[in-house]
């Protein structure tokens, strides 16, 4: 009788210690959470900065509404995700890959017409990416809190995709 009550007790112990699995993935990070934090920093900066230029040189008036659209929603959006990167312990760059420094440097050389153009086919193409990295993380990404975050930006990054497109017809 006691080798059975052990046995109970043993396989009760097993049966419990196998329903509390921690399947919490609020802290598993993967290189598709890495990569993801920096490419999306990179991103918000570019955007803010293009944003910025746009609003004060774009010759359209709507172009320059688009920029200060970039401003105001990517600001928040870096803030959240360098946020986010901290408690995780991961880098959130504050900074522009070379593709972005390189058209930084080439929307600082134009304006009027020209910078219109530049600047809303950069922000189709950049916006498509964008897209493709965040659903990417969302389907790839181990940690929970970092895909909740590219889940929750998915719908205004659409927008502003939408945008892009319609305000870079006549430029192309």
Known sequence: ????????????VILFSACDKDDDDDNDINSTDRDFTVMAAMGNTAEKDAGMAASSKAMAADIREYGMMMVADHTPAQTELQTLASQLGLRAPDSLDAEHVAL???????????????YMNAQVKDHQ??????????????NRRLRDYANGKLPTLRHHLHEADSLATPYR
């Open 104 to 118: 930084k440097a080439q929307l600082e050389s134009l304006s009027g017409r020209a910078f219109d153009s530049v």
């Open 1 to 12: 009788m006691k080798k059975v009550m052990l046995s109970a007790l043993l396989s009760g």
């Open 129 to 142: 990416k964008t897209i493709a990295l965040f659903e990417n993380l969302v389907d790839e990404g181990d």
